[in-house]
């Protein structure tokens, strides 16, 4: 069966081509067929540099492991053809202790689409059709839009983090940086009712989290950054950059929580660690997610938050590379999305 898609050649090289799937459906697959896909943060450190923290791709690959999609062929598996999936991306392997104990992120063994840590490397989902584990997929109800469930995987890692942090209804966050992974803390900071404040460069980026739910924003070197300082019960640092980092440390309150939700890159740039200690900061890693994403599914579906603010813009799956550009540009406020065609 031939269907188009997108394949990362190279650092910012991406071809389009017509490709042709397995004739046979692997037995504990599905055949899905793409709803909407978008660009994570991970996907655009492979689209810069081929190669994302360390890990280099050993030859071309699809990106994307965020999408839904609907099911072409259920191959046995209990859903109805045309059904609406989520789509979980993390393939853990079932059986090791982490797995057991429902940590699957930190399955040792775990496999990812589109990623150079799984080898031999699993294609993404930025292309028309491709088969999955139906076990990764989960159903929804009626009327949920594509363009909203395909969040299903961001908004999970940035609940995961919300929950590592403690946040509930009593807590001042501080979310430092607005892509869209500090967007989407928002949304998971704003469903645990807590109050939440933000920073970012740009003010069209303040504006997207004021409509998900931040009560004030401040405009890096435009505001007055010191009233921050000591302030917060929980920073979410989302911006990767050693500022916001060393930004985080010092609006978190004493016996605060710093919770870092994006990779922070190396640089040359100190951190403040000194405060880490002074102030008793607890600080806490989060990679991926367990259980939220079901949480995140349910939250989609409740329709409760505008994902519509968060879309930046659209994209064809023939037109991946404009689709990267985009958000490699910095320009874009929000996740672009990947869709069959435009
Ligand atoms: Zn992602
Ligand atoms: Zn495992």
Redesign the pocket.
């Known amino acids: 069966m031939g269907y188009t898609r997108s394949l990362l050649t190279a650092a910012r090289s991406i071809a389009i081509e017509e490709a042709d799937l397995p004739g046979e459906i692997a037995p504990d697959h599905m055949r899905l067929r793409l709803a909407t896909a978008s660009i994570c943060g991970t996907d655009m450190h492979y689209f810069r540099h081929f190669a994302n923290a360390g890990f280099t791709l050993d030859y071309p690959v699809t990106l994307g492991h965020e999408a839904c999609a609907y099911v072409e062929d259920a191959n046995g598996h209990g859903f109805a053809a045309g059904a609406l999936v989520a789509i979980n991306p993390v393939i853990?392997?079932?059986?090791?202790?982490?797995?057991?104990s429902g940590d699957?992120n930190?399955?040792?063994?775990?496999r990812f689409p589109g990623s150079a840590t799984t080898k031999p490397h699993i294609d993404g989902f930025f292309r028309n059709y491709f088969d999955f584990p139906a076990r990764c997929c989960r159903t929804v109800s009626k009327g949920v839009d594509p363009d909203h469930l395909t969040f299903a995987e961001p908004l999970a890692c940035a609940m995961h983090c919300v929950n590592r942090a403690g946040v509930d209804r009593q807590t001042k966050v501080l979310v430092t940086g607005c892509g869209p992974m500090g967007l989407l803390a928002v949304v998971g900071c704003r469903a645990r009712g807590a109050q939440i404040h933000v920073t970012d460069l740009k003010q069209g980026a303040i504006d997207a989290a004021r409509a998900v739910g931040a009560s004030k924003g401040y405009v890096i070197g435009r505001d007055d950054l010191t009233e921050l300082s000591n302030r917060y019960d929980v920073v979410i640092e989302a911006s990767g950059s050693p500022h916001g980092y060393n930004q985080a440390l010092d609006a978190a309150r004493k016996q605060g929580v710093v919770a870092v939700l994006s990779l922070i890159q190396p640089t040359d740039v100190p951190i403040n660690l000194h405060l880490n200690a002074l102030k008793e900061i607890t600080s806490t890693g989060s990679i991926l997610f367990t259980r939220e994403f079901d949480d995140a599914v349910d939250l989609i579906e409740s329709g409760d938050v505008d994902f519509d603010s968060l879309v930046a813009g659209r994209f064809g799956v023939a037109e991946t590379l404009a689709a990267c550009e985009l958000m490699a540009s910095g320009e874009a406020v929000g996740k672009v999305l990947i869709k069959p065609s435009a």
Not at 106 to 110: E, G
Request: net charge neutral.
């Open positions: 853990e392997c079932g059986t090791c202790e982490k797995c057991r699957i930190m399955c040792p063994d775990k």
